[in-house]
DNA sequence: CATAGTTACTTAATCGGTTAAGTAAATAAA
DNA sequence: TTTATTTACTTAACCGATTAAGTAACTATG
């Protein structure tokens, strides 16, 4: 059985492809009936526009591209579903693309953005943003893009982040409060914006607290952090961390295993982190908990007004939606 | 700046068009000073071709669908990550689709997959499978479909699953041994092939040992499951319950918590789960570990295989990858 | 030396839609 | 009644690549 084409449709009703065309979007030069009697016998024959010849010709593909480093990851699981919702409504279709937090592959990635295949991009950085800045301010004076969460700061379109130095502020003045005096910020990488916003409201709340900003006060991870943390724990000799990435909450649990240390009394944590499970951790984790379903759904209905208005200026439409410090036993004061 | 176009490669160089297409596919018809020059120029001009007139004419997309019902689950997740790994390597993209277990959703899908959008499919079906099997009958009939963890045994096609009825049989018998009387198994849907092997082994288990099989041995539970878990458990006053997936694990967490019964004292609790937090909650928990990035890249790789070579009969290809039992506190014999 | 074969191209058709421009007939306005 | 406008189509160009078929020039073969 071949493909049904608008064409098999026309000659069946005797009509022009145009005609054919036209009666199937609606067009208000075609006749009721004529209209009618098409768009029956397309449903009849089970016709499928083939999506390949409008994108070709209309130049849009009515697909957009997520590219983000990881999808075991709640808080990026969370918020494809959050921009799935929003695409699936407005009858998008979604390409994920995973980077692996490698910027060669996400310059590949954004390359091939060149060709027209998306119609705009979602897009969370890399840790190693910094490569990818010049392919990205180029992208984005080719097609809307939107930033949600790892953003890339000179890149001038739309932002959605949430308030990263409020909250490490928040997260850490909560340690204080609960006895920590020797309190460590666990980070992923120095290149990241929002690591050094969070970074920027750890310090301020130990400057408000009058608690000393060491050399040590901040370590950086990149892959492997297991045996790292191990030696950072035992030689940082921390009393309470905070964990900017969700991965490197679970890591301390491990380090705290292999090190004998008792959470939260030797040792308490604070974890960025998504994780359904957080509460039935043990000890239950206390988190800054991060709105990836709104952030991606905020990210997807401002891509979607640019792609329906091209005159939505994005770099004016960045947005901070805050996140939600959950207190749990892993800070418990003792 | 206008699109780089083939045609315009072809009027710099003073060629044709098809010289030009040839030479950038390395076609032995172009002589080797002319395939320089136009790569050159090619390189020089950052040209790009456009997929989708590609697309068009070749009639393949270099594209793959996933459809699986939710994105947030520690087992898509993994087998994501597994597809995409063969898929990059394959130079493919990902066009993922949620059905979010609704199986008009997925309907709407599979009838879209027939514009030729994408060159094959990767599925695990909803919970209402059995709507959805004439559509992937059609479908497998048209195009590569490889289903992989929920399948559809009546579709003839190629198959990746895990040992779902000798897992639950071992994890059956794990609860049996360490002293549980009173078995519940946790299921999700009448319908799926994975519930009912799990079932199945899960009986043997039961009738092995000479435990009575009731009525109220199997529970299943569609959404919302956190009232109704409350109350099976409650009524149903077991000793041990199997949860069969990753959402039904955390729900007897929570559940158990409410009804204040101790895990694992009260309740022994075994969960299908690929959580990498199991080993962290409390207490631990024991977890059927089913292989999923196997299971996606198996899956993956045998689409690759029937794509390269259409000789490839599916339905031949079917693979069963182990689960394995972890051990941990929340069956820890008292 | 004539014929066949190879090399390195070009021409033109094609994939399946969309759309600008054209047209004949019907209707409305002057 | 004549001209203008609207309606409901058709024709043909087009999107940007691929590819079957054609060709001129050169090389090899018998």
Same sequence: chains 1, 2.
């Avoid at 499928?48 to 593909?61: F, Q």
């Avoid at 998306?118 to 010049?134: K, P, Q, R």
């Avoid at 301020?204 to 790292?228: G, M």
């Avoid at 000890?283 to 007004?305: C, D, H, I, N, R």
């Amino acid at each position: 059985m071949e493909n049904v084409t608008i064409r098999m449709l026309a000659e069946k009703l005797q009509l022009s492809t145009a005609t054919i065309s036209k009666a199937l979007n609606n067009s208000h030069e075609i006749s009721e009936e004529t209209r009618k009697r098409v768009q029956d016998l397309a449903k009849e024959l089970n016709y499928v526009p083939n999506p390949y010849a409008s994108s070709l010709r209309k130049k849009s593909s009515k697909t957009i591209a997520v590219v983000i480093p990881e999808i075991a990851d709640s808080f990026f699981a969370e918020a494809i579903n959050g921009i799935e919702a929003v695409a699936q409504e407005k009858g998008y279709h979604v390409l994920i693309y995973l980077t692996h937090e490698s910027s060669e592959k996400e310059q590949a990635i954004l390359k091939d953005f060149q060709s027209g295949r998306v119609d705009g991009v979602l897009i969370s950085v890399t840790m190693e943003t910094a490569n990818s800045e010049h392919s990205l301010s180029q992208l984005s004076k080719e097609l809307p893009l939107v930033f949600f969460d790892r953003v890339c700061e000179e890149v001038a379109t739309a932002k959605i982040t949430t308030n990263d130095s409020e909250a490490a502020y928040i997260a850490t003045k909560h340690l204080i409060e609960v006895g920590c005096r020797n309190i460590g910020l666990l980070a992923a990488s120095e290149q990241l914006t929002i690591m050094r916003e969070r970074i920027k409201g750890f310090y301020r709340a130990l400057t408000e607290y009058q608690l000393p900003v060491t050399n040590n006060s901040v370590t950086y991870f990149t892959r492997e952090a297991n045996q790292l943390l191990s030696d950072t724990l035992r030689l940082g000799k921390f009393d309470g961390v905070i964990a900017t990435t969700e991965k490197l909450a679970t890591n301390v649990y491990e380090a705290a295993e292999t090190l004998k240390l008792q959470l939260p009394k030797d040792l308490k944590v604070i974890g960025f982190s998504n994780l359904s499970t957080a509460r039935f951790l043990y000890p239950s984790l206390t988190t800054v908990y991060q709105p990836a379903f709104e952030m991606g759904k905020a990210a997807a209905t401002l891509l979607f007004k640019a792609l329906k208005n091209s005159h939505v200026t994005l770099t004016q439409q960045s947005m901070e939606i805050p996140s939600q410090l959950f207190i749990r036993n892993s800070t418990l004061q003792q």
